[in-house]
């Protein structure tokens, strides 16, 4: 079945950078439009980043454009997202989501945290 597991998150200083990575399995992920989602603390769901099924364009929020990266590492099936020059922001539960076939999947979140 399709599962995607997210890592990566952690506390960083603003100014600071992480990678977050998205193992899929059950379904070939270079197949399939992916996309980062994030929740921030008491507020709704906000779509940040996405790339197309053969990786070639990539979208990204105004909010996140220049400082974040989607790519994806097809040999092993995983999206990441280079997240840099963070701000206090950028806070928030980042989520992996691919629109499969059969329906939306999303991953269980990473907790990205920015603060001194």
């Known amino acids: 079945q399709v599962q995607l597991v997210e890592s990566g998150g952690g506390l960083v200083q603003p100014g600071g950078s992480l990678r977050l990575s998205c193992a899929a399995s059950?379904?070939?992920?270079?197949?399939?439009?992916m996309s980062w989602v994030r929740q921030a603390p008491g507020k709704g769901l906000e779509w940040v980043s996405e790339?197309?099924?053969?990786?070639?364009?990539?979208y990204y929020a105004e909010s996140v454009k220049g400082r974040f990266t989607i790519s994806s590492d097809d040999a092993m099936n995983t999206l990441h997202m280079q997240l840099g020059s963070l701000i206090s922001e950028d806070t928030a539960v980042y989520y992996c989501?691919?629109?499969?076939?059969?329906?939306?999947?999303w991953g269980q979140g990473t907790q990205v945290t920015v603060s001194s």
């Open positions: 059950g379904f070939t992920a270079s197949k399939f439009w």
């Open positions: 989501v691919v629109a499969a076939p059969d329906g939306i999947y």
């Open positions: 790339r197309n099924r053969d990786g070639f364009r990539l």
